[in-house]
């Protein structure tokens, strides 16, 4: 896709919709988002192999075929949406690159461990992971999150972190690098996402804490802080006015499409950021951090 026809594909607004069930189907989004923008890699993650969570849609969906596109195989971790998650493959498959699908709940410290003794299987090495599956909830006050509620954004959002990361660490080496997604609100909050934005501020100590730890190993650890994004998790969060305005409170004045992020991610996995570890970049349409 052009630079011109990616820029012209880019509403200014969603139509109103809303999806019952998280993470939601990217399938039945309207409009659908955008990926792939048809830029050609530069072989920068040639023979690399990753993990992504959350990879059949969203995020983590632009950010794989972008690894695929530089040369990576990859292992998508995806919860229930088969659908996206073969659509997804399919789309790695185009640039002759592989894709191992894993269907696994994350919350579950077992199937962390799984999902890399099922990379490792399969391909024999992993040297990248990206920590990405999330969920939130919008809650107007505090009293109305319940305990059900708070746990399964934190297991989702930050313990499947701790946990694919625990099991990965060893498998790992020099030159490896971990990229956590984190968001936007970890910095500047958010009145209807308080166990989300503390989940994802979490995340921010998470990276800088790793990276510490893991810098002597030659294993980099950063993170990525998007605002506002049109994937399913919104569809699947926010009702169908929210949905409509989605975007409009950022300087750029519009949410962006996934393959606008994907690049940031790129960045983190190849050696142009071989000096970069401990930190967090900002695609969030000019909300300054």
């Keep these: 896709m052009a630079k011109d026809a990616l820029k012209a594909a880019m509403p200014e607004s969603f139509p109103p919709q809303h999806q019952e069930h998280q993470p939601g189907k990217e399938r039945d989004m309207q409009p659908r988002p955008i990926y792939d923008d048809d830029t050609p890699g530069c ?15 969203g995020i983590g969906r632009a950010v794989a075929v972008s690894f695929a596109k530089e040369g990576a195989n990859v292992a998508i971790v995806y919860l229930d949406q088969q659908e996206d998650a073969e659509e997804t493959a399919a789309a790695i498959r185009k640039y002759s690159r592989e894709a ?44 109305g999150i319940s305990a059900a509620q708070l746990e399964k954004t934190f297991t989702t959002n930050i313990y499947s972190y701790f946990y694919l990361t625990k099991h990965v660490v060893s498998h790992l080496k020099e030159g490896a690098s971990i990229i956590n997604t984190t968001s936007v609100t970890a910095f500047k909050g958010n009145e209807l996402l308080l166990d989300y934005s503390s989940t994802k501020g979490a995340i921010v100590a998470f990276t800088r804490s790793l990276s510490q730890s893991l810098v002597k190993k030659g294993i980099r650890v950063n993170a990525v802080a998007p605002g506002p ?61």
């Design 43 to 57: 072989g920068r993650l040639a023979n690399k192999v990753a993990i992504i969570t959350g990879g059949d849609s």
């Design 100 to 143: 191992l699908l894993i269907k696994a709940d994350v919350c579950k410290e077992a199937n962390c461990a799984n999902i890399v003794e099922t990379t490792l299987k399969q391909f024999g090495h992993i040297d990248i992971l990206v920590n990405n599956a999330a969920v939130q909830y919008p809650v107007e006050t505090i009293e």
């Design 229 to 289: 994004v049109w994937t399913p998790l919104i569809v699947s969060s926010f009702n169908e006015e929210q949905v409509s305005k989605f975007g409009k409170d950022v300087p750029m004045g519009r949410a962006a499409q996934p393959c606008e992020i994907a690049g940031c991610y790129v960045f983190l996995a190849s050696r142009e950021s071989a000096f970069v570890t401990g930190q967090v970049l900002h695609p969030n349409g000019g909300v300054p951090m």
